[in-house]
């Protein structure tokens, strides 16, 4: 008999991972599955009514609704990971990043849209960063935890966000809490009649762009490096501290484009509790994705596409919180999986020092 | 090369904000309007009131309530205690007295009414299921259901909260309640001093606020009203600490928009006592709830259905019904009886018209006359409740 | 009136902080043994909605308990099984156990929403105690899960700082190697913490519906999970600074909403915010690194130990 141990891996072929992936997913699907049997569905029925309803023309507009935001914050959250920086914050800077857009979207001059949504770009994006330097310059300084510290960020601006909600930026006259709709002038439009909205292409750009920046630039590199061995990267002459602040506004900012895609193509305002814990997904997301962005866009619609399929089955009588026990579940067993990607099994005979 | 791809970045997005400038044309009216709702459905149709009178009118012998298929949507599940359970049983209830299966019901919950995505999968899903009525619970969809609504002109949609085009709006006089309930308080009461555990400053919360205030003062001319503020639709630490606030600062009477039994629970504990809200809370706290304010939809969603099998409904209708919809559960048996004849008295003057709620003089809290002496409150701005009145302390 | 308002508060403060302190000392022993669990939101809404099943459905208490119990085992060991012998990334294993647990715990919570219990841990009164000015009503008029959890201050302390198998803890989270070239045995040693940590977090959920109030709904932790977590960092592993910020933590959630009520200029959720602001203050100040010092971060704190890397 011969006897059996785990190594790690030397390489990590792409095809393994992918491979891996699948099969956990699946086994995830089983084990949630096993609930919905002990409740009495059919798990094979429920899952084929959730496939059909996301495969249709009004499945995909609706998984993009449901994904953009999404995607903006594992994009953020992926790019923050790459150095180790946990930017559990998401749903600050999704809405100070909103806050700042609504506001000049409302309150600021009148001007060509192209000039207006441009500011309101940057705007979205500044709000998101600044949401994320608080957190950032305190852990740059003084090492204080960022991840604590942006999670209480998260209350606090959401508070904010509660305040001008329901207070001063609340449409008059009317009773929800959200602000007017922007004007119609101002709104990025769809591709085609396709009902998809270009928000869609600026996210798979910046994608794009993130994922070069990771492969190809000296930056990216520095922050390989800073984030394998902070000793490693003071002695290359890296300044540290910048990094962490940049890292951080950056991944902030990305989240607060979140509020940009919300304002701009899909709601058309701006409304209280509007991230409702798009920054916690997108940690999920990120992590599912392997911190790759592009994967990063196709799992976040994916992840839009469960939330919202969700709602066909309860038509089955199943509960809606289905969506929250299968991304839970997907993320556990992958990450369980994960575990054959850095290791693989071998037997120990006597030819042990020939590798594979 | 990092800065070419920033500006490709950047020309991406004024590409594609180029184009929305350049797009379909858009008409003045739409740009400077900033899509306030009340203006559009003056456009569409007048908005038509339905009398109180129709309350209780029986289905025509020969109605065929068969091919009904109805659907609800829910903010939140169904036996929440609270806002939706209200819903889902006024529903239940008139379609048991019209005759109509329960199987003909498809209740969707959970359905986040911030959630476009989701509310807008609903809608389309219970489209698809073949409904012919769908009933939004919550004020939130309004945002997404009128443009739906306009592509399915067979189905009609009802809605809580104030108008919206294409949508059948219904509300209830949650006023009439809540002021006969302070009057209660008013009437119990050794001081003057009453409390309100609010959750957020919404127009719902506001009407509970004021109704209770204005019955307060009907009983004690000087009754001034202390809110604590949760800002938070349910949160029961918030709510346990509003109440205890409250009774802190010598309130033994208080009134609440919650959702939890944390408020019940925490006056009970001190010897204060509350008026249940949304539903009959008396088993949660039996020693201090005098009373409770529950919502009963029942005749409103039974008019609804007739009409719609009748053909007498219009898309314009507005419901805004109080009497019976605007409930009060029995009063405890530590309630006086004299109080409670007295409340009933003041009910019948309510029914009859001969007591007002929001007549005037009224002041709101900053001194402004909201209603001049003489004249009443018109049902718009009773609706939205944009103030508070006079006798109300509040941060908000 | 002023004695009565602090008793009040303290009243409120302490329910508020015995039911946060569960998962709060639970999660310092484990974070002290070299690992972080960020999903305690998701361990105290199984707990909660575990033990609330079980008094409902059974009416019996200590069986409640009991089942509260074995689903933290369970779900301890899961976390210590993907995380010391699989060896995954702790964040991400914390996360997906929070998501997880919120959607597990509302999908079976779905029959007891709305249905009453009837059955809770009732507040006891200790006879002569309570009646101290001030302090007796509000420390010895709670129910046996805080007196439990006073117990449970004192002698984690002394486990921590003053036995040697506190030591062996403390190494553990610092310099597992060390330990190791010693002969304990490492991973069960971490695994035995976790799921300690583990049992802890529901127990803090089994607090909310068993003797903080008695229902169920759909996340009703409210973030309870996540204050946890910042009372780790902020007590900086120590299990009575840690009591004292859920007391500090619960006060001025408290105090925020008397003064709102008579402060009206300003907005009632800057109130909200308070307690929020106050903790982020004081995380930077506890915490952070001025002077280069040593931090008392525990040395290996996620790192993940493996034999091979020594």
Redesign the interface.
């Known amino acids: 008999m011969h006897k059996m141990r785990f190594e790690r891996r030397p390489t990590l072929p792409i095809m393994i991972q992918l491979i891996n992936s699948i099969i956990f997913v699946l086994l995830a699907l089983a084990f949630c599955g096993m609930f919905m049997s002990v409740l009495g569905f059919n798990p094979l029925s429920v899952y084929k009514a959730m496939m059909l309803d996301i495969i249709s023309s009004k499945g995909i507009k609706n998984s993009i609704i449901a994904g953009l935001p999404l995607v903006f914050c594992g994009l953020g959250v992926a790019f923050g990971y790459r150095m180790n920086m946990n930017n559990i914050g998401g749903d600050g800077q999704y809405a100070l990043g909103a806050v700042f857009c609504i506001w000049f979207a409302l309150y600021g001059p009148v001007m060509p849209p192209a000039l207006k949504i441009t500011v309101m770009f940057l705007l979205a994006l500044a709000g998101g960063a600044a949401a994320a330097l608080i957190a950032a310059i305190p852990k740059a300084l003084w090492n204080v935890s960022e991840t604590i510290s942006s999670m209480m960020l998260n209350y606090i601006i959401l508070y904010v966000l509660n305040y001008l909600m329901y207070g001063p930026w609340k449409e008059k006259g009317q009773m929800i809490a959200q602000t007017t709709q922007i004007k119609k002038k101002y709104w990025l439009p769809e591709i085609g009649d396709t009902g998809i909205s270009t928000v869609l292409i600026i996210a798979v750009v910046i994608a794009v762009f993130l994922y070069w920046f990771h492969k190809k630039t000296t930056k990216g590199y520095e922050m390989e490096v800073v984030r394998r061995s902070p000793r490693a990267a003071i002695y290359a002459g890296i300044n540290v501290k910048l990094n962490i602040i940049l890292v951080l506004a950056i991944s902030g900012a990305i989240c607060g484009l979140a509020g940009f895609a919300q304002i701009t193509s899909i709601l058309h305002r701006a409304q209280a509790d509007m991230p409702a814990g798009a920054g916690y997904t997108g940690i999920v997301i990120a992590y599912l994705a392997g911190l790759n962005p592009i994967a990063v866009v196709i799992v976040g619609l994916l992840f839009g596409a469960l939330q919202f399929s969700a709602v066909s089955v309860q038509v089955l009588g199943v509960p809606s919180q289905i969506a929250t026990m299968i991304q839970g579940s997907i993320m556990l067993f992958v990450i369980i999986g994960s575990f054959f990607n850095r290791y693989r099994l071998i037997r120990i005979d006597g030819s042990a020092e020939r590798g594979e | 090369m990092k800065k070419k791809v920033l500006s490709l970045l950047l020309t991406a997005v004024m590409a594609a904000a180029l184009l929305a400038g350049c797009g379909s044309s858009e008409t003045e009216s739409a740009d400077s309007s900033g899509n306030s709702s009340a203006s559009s459905s003056e456009a569409s149709g007048k908005t038509n009131w339905v009398s109180q009178d129709k309350m209780g009118a029986a289905p025509a012998k020969d109605a065929d309530f068969s091919k009904f298929k109805i659907g609800e949507i829910e903010s939140y599940v169904i036996d929440d205690g609270g806002w939706c359970q209200a819903t889902h049983e006024g529903l239940v209830g008139a379609m048991k007295e019209l005759g109509i299966s329960e199987d003909n019901l498809i209740t969707l919950e959970e359905i986040d009414d911030t959630d476009q995505a989701a509310t807008q999968a609903a809608a389309e899903q219970l489209i698809d299921a073949g409904c012919n009525v769908i009933i939004g619970c919550s004020t939130g969809y309004s945002t997404f259901l009128p443009e739906i609504a306009a592509k399915n002109p067979d189905a009609y949609f009802a809605q809580w909260g104030a108008k919206q085009d294409n949508i059948i709006g219904y509300m209830i006089r949650s006023y009439e309640g809540m002021f006969l309930a302070g009057y209660a308080c008013g009437l119990m009461s050794d001081t003057s001093l009453f409390g309100f555990s609010a959750s957020c400053n919404e127009f719902s919360v506001r009407t509970a606020i004021n109704a209770y205030a204005l019955g307060c003062k009907h009983a004690k001319s000087d009754a001034k009203v202390k809110v604590a503020c949760a800002d938070s639709w349910y949160d029961i630490d918030k709510e346990t600490q509003c109440a205890q606030s409250l009774i802190d600062a010598g309130v033994k009477y208080m009134g609440g928009e919650y959702s939890s039994p944390a408020i019940p629970e925490t006056c009970e504990k001190n010897g204060a006592y509350v008026v249940g809200y949304h539903m009959d809370r008396s088993a949660e706290a039996p020693d201090a709830v005098l009373v409770s304010f529950c919502w009963n939809f029942e005749p409103i969603f039974k008019s609804i259905l007739i009409g719609v099998e009748n053909g007498s409904i219009s898309k314009n209708d507005m419901y805004y019904w109080g009497g019976d919809c605007s409930a009060l559960t029995d009063f405890a048996s530590f309630v006086p009886s004299d109080v409670v004849d007295k409340v009933k008295a003041a009910k019948a003057d309510i029914a009859s018209g001969k007591l007002v709620v929001y007549a005037g003089e009224l002041k709101d809290n900053k001194g402004n006359v909201l209603v001049p002496k003489g004249e009443v409150m018109d049902d718009a701005t009773i609706q939205l409740q944009d103030f508070f009145v006079d006798n109300v302390d509040c941060a908000w | 009136m002023s004695a ?2 602090i008793t ?2 303290l ?2 403060a302490i329910i ?1 902080a015995v039911t946060v302190l569960y998962a709060t000392i639970g999660e310092i022993f484990v974070q002290r043994a070299g690992l972080m669990n ?1 999903g305690l939101e ?1 361990l105290m809404l199984m707990g909660a909605v575990t033990g609330y099943l079980v008094a409902v459905n059974q009416q019996n208490l200590p069986l409640a308990i009991v089942a509260v119990i074995l689903v933290g085992i369970g779900m301890g060991l ?1 976390f210590a099984f ?1 995380t010391i012998t ?4 702790q ?3 914390g ?10 715990s ?2 079976i919570g ?1 029959s007891v ?4 219990a009837n059955l809770m841990f009732e507040p006891i009164p200790i006879p002569g105690l309570y009646r101290i000015p001030i302090l007796g009503p509000s420390l010895f008029n709670q129910s046996i899960l805080a007196y439990v959890m006073y117990f449970i201050i004192p002698l984690s302390m002394i486990y921590i700082y003053k036995t040697r198998a506190g030591m062996i803890l403390r190494s553990l989270g610092e310099n597992p190697a060390a330990l190791d070239s010693a002969g304990y045995n490492v991973f069960a040693l971490r695994y035995v913490y976790v799921v300690f940590g583990s049992v802890m977090g529901v127990m803090s959920g089994a607090c ?1 519906t068993l003797s ?4 169920w ?2 996340g ?1 932790t ?2 309870k999970g ?1 204050i946890a ?2 009372l780790v ?2 007590s900086r592993w120590n299990p009575l600074i840690a009591v004292l910020g859920a007391l500090l933590f619960g006060a001025i ?2 105090i925020g ?2 003064i ?2 008579y ?2 200029v ?5 109130f ?2 308070l307690p ?2 106050a ?2 203050i004081a ?2 100040f506890t ?4 002077r280069k010092k040593r ?1 008392s971060e525990p040395g290996s704190l996620c790192i993940p130990y493996d034999r ?1 890397e020594r």
């Open positions: 009565d308002l009040s508060v009243s409120v508020y960020l998701g899961v993907t699989l060896k995954a990334d964040t991400v294993t996360m997906a156990i929070l998501t997880f647990g919120t959607g597990l509302g999908f779905k929403c709305g249905v009453s909310i903080y109030t008695n229902f709904s759909d009703m409210s973030g996540w977590v910042a960092v902020f959630s408290v909403i008397d709102q009520m402060i009206h300003i907005p009632s959720q800057v909200s915010a929020y602001v903790t982020f995380l930077i915490t952070g690194n001025f931090s091979e």
